[in-house]
């Protein structure tokens, strides 16, 4: 394992829920991030936090809403979301400055 | 501006035979270069990097990259590949003159071993 966990595993939601996905890392690190992968596309980097702070929002719809309520946990929370959101969402953490990041298993998220 | 082209979606290798994943980048300054691997259902996985120094860099599992400026490639390689390599892997690149520490990844190749 690489002391990165997401919660939950898999989720399948409708257009007009509300949900949250969690991420926690065990690692000390202090930055952390979220990214959207679609098949066939480049991972997509979708926010960073670094010491707390929003430091990136690479034109994510308002949708999604990143929360970081210290350096060891990260939220994204998902409202009214489309159909092409369906993917598997990645949390990942580094060490600010090393540049090696280290990922969790991913939410595979299903949008109905 | 950062950038990095995986040109194979997918590769094909027998078991015992040597494999090769490529990766070409563009950048700047200088690179710091990484290759990530995915198992199904997994995220992504640090295999190595280069930052500087032997332009031959090893890392987990037996495999290893080279890094040839003139080329601006980033080539994964193993001499003898196993069906427990088959996986998805991900080359990614950094601008050391950049002002972010955040690398850009490519698209990834399938690598398939067959037995």
């Known amino acids: 394992e690489t002391g990165v966990t997401q919660t939950p595993r898999h989720l399948v939601m409708g257009m007009t829920n509300k949900k949250s996905l969690k991420c926690e890392q065990h690692?000390?690190?202090?930055?952390m991030y979220w990214y959207k992968q679609s098949a066939k596309k480049p991972l997509e980097l979708m926010f960073v936090y670094n010491f707390k702070e929003q430091t990136e929002n690479n034109s994510v719809p308002s949708r999604f809403s990143p929360e970081c309520p210290n350096s060891s946990h990260l939220f994204l929370h998902l409202h009214t979301l489309q159909p092409e959101d369906s993917a598997l969402y990645l949390c990942?953490?580094?060490?600010?400055?090393?540049?090696?990041?280290?990922f969790g298993p991913g939410t595979r998220l299903t949008v109905l | 501006a950062q950038s990095v082209a995986q040109p194979e979606d997918q590769v094909n290798v027998a078991e015992g035979n040597p494999l090769t994943v490529k990766c070409t980048y563009s950048v700047s300054g200088n690179p710091y270069l990484f290759w990530y691997v995915q198992y199904p259902n997994r995220g992504l996985q640090f295999l190595l990097k280069y930052i500087t120094g032997d332009n031959l860099v090893k890392g987990s599992y037996g495999f290893e990259a080279e890094f040839n400026k003139s080329q601006t490639s980033f080539h994964l390689k193993k001499p003898s590949a196993l069906v427990s390599d088959s996986a998805l892997y991900f080359c990614a690149v950094r601008d050391m003159g950049g002002g972010s520490y955040i690398p850009t990844f490519g698209r990834g190749t399938s690598l398939i071993v067959h037995p």
């Open positions: 990942a953490s580094s060490q600010d400055g090393t540049d090696t990041q280290y």
């Open positions: 690692l000390g690190h202090n930055a």
